[in-house]
Every structure is written in C-alpha cells, then in structure tokens.
C-alpha cells in the first residue's frame, strides 16, 4: 500500500502561527518537497500569495468543529492539481494524478478515450476533457483497489475535503 505523508488541515496559520477558528478564510497550498506533497495553510490576512513552485492553492473557511459534512470536490482545484503534475516522474505525483484522473471520471469531466502503451512499456490512459477537449495521458501505476481507496482517501484530507 503507498504511504502518504501528508499533512491534513492544521487550523494554524503558516505565517503567524495565529490557531484558525471557525468561519476564518484561509488559503491552503500543495508543493512538492524533497518528492512529497507538503500542505500549508495561510490566515486570509497572512497571505502574501502562492510560492513559486505551488502545485495548487485554494480557498476555503474553516468549517465549525461540531458540524459533519460531507466532501465537497472542487473539479477545478482537482484539475489544477492534476495539471501540475503533469511531469511529475516520482510515485506519490503519479498516484496521486491518476486517482484524481479518475474522480474526475467519475465527476463525468474526464471521459476515458483508450488505454496505450509509451516507449518504456508502461499502460497510458488518455482522458478528454469534457469542457475543453483536451486529452491528457495519465500513466497507470497499476494500484490496487485499497491502494485506490488509500490514495483518494489521502487526496481528500490534504485538499480538506474529508
């Protein structure tokens, strides 16, 4: 099973170090660090923008403690996220890209077009976007289906939305 190292919402601002409250903006940012996803999140009045090698940023308020819900996908932050690890050539980028590939799937924004097979032999879904067109190539790492829960389980607690 791939182990993820990331960490979930801390409710501390990055920046100030001030404890995030309920009904607080923040912005929360994905960079890669030494080959891991690192998640940080900012105070609205801490943000001074994303940093320059950023995978994704987003914003959000921070939900009351007592209150359940259920998972709110932004298909938009998820693309982004799946775009900028595009080249991403270590494991986690690539595991994470082809499970957020097929939530996206399964959001019925990417429609599966055909499986292929590039220079070193490896399995290449190619997915269309359903709003753009675009078709991208997404390499199978061959996950099992507790690794797939694993990692989509993983995408969800770093982007908050667990």
């Excluded at 298909?75 to 690890?85: E, Y």
């Excluded at 595009?86 to 499986?115: I, Q």
Aim: proline fraction near 7%; glycine fraction near 8%.
């Amino acid at each position: 099973m791939t182990d993820y190292e990331i960490q979930g919402p801390t409710r501390v601002c990055a920046a100030s170090g001030r404890q995030l409250q309920p009904g607080d903006r923040f912005y929360g940012v994905l960079v890669e660090e030494g080959g891991k996803l690192v998640r940080t999140d900012y105070a609205a009045e801490a943000w001074a923008g994303p940093p320059n090698q950023h995978i994704a940023y987003w914003v959000g308020r921070v939900p009351p403690a007592d209150k359940p819900h259920r998972p709110i996908v932004n298909d938009d932050l998820l693309l982004d996220c799946f775009t900028r690890l595009t080249d991403s050539g270590d494991p986690d980028g690539l595991n994470f890209r082809y499970v957020a590939a097929l939530l996206l799937m399964r959001r019925k924004r990417f429609k599966f077009e055909d499986v292929v097979r590039d220079e070193p032999g490896r399995d290449v879904l190619l997915v269309r976007d359903g709003k753009s067109g675009s078709v991208h190539k997404v390499i199978d790492p061959h996950l099992t289906d507790e690794q797939i829960a694993a990692v989509q389980a993983e995408v969800f607690r770093v982007l908050g939305w667990s």
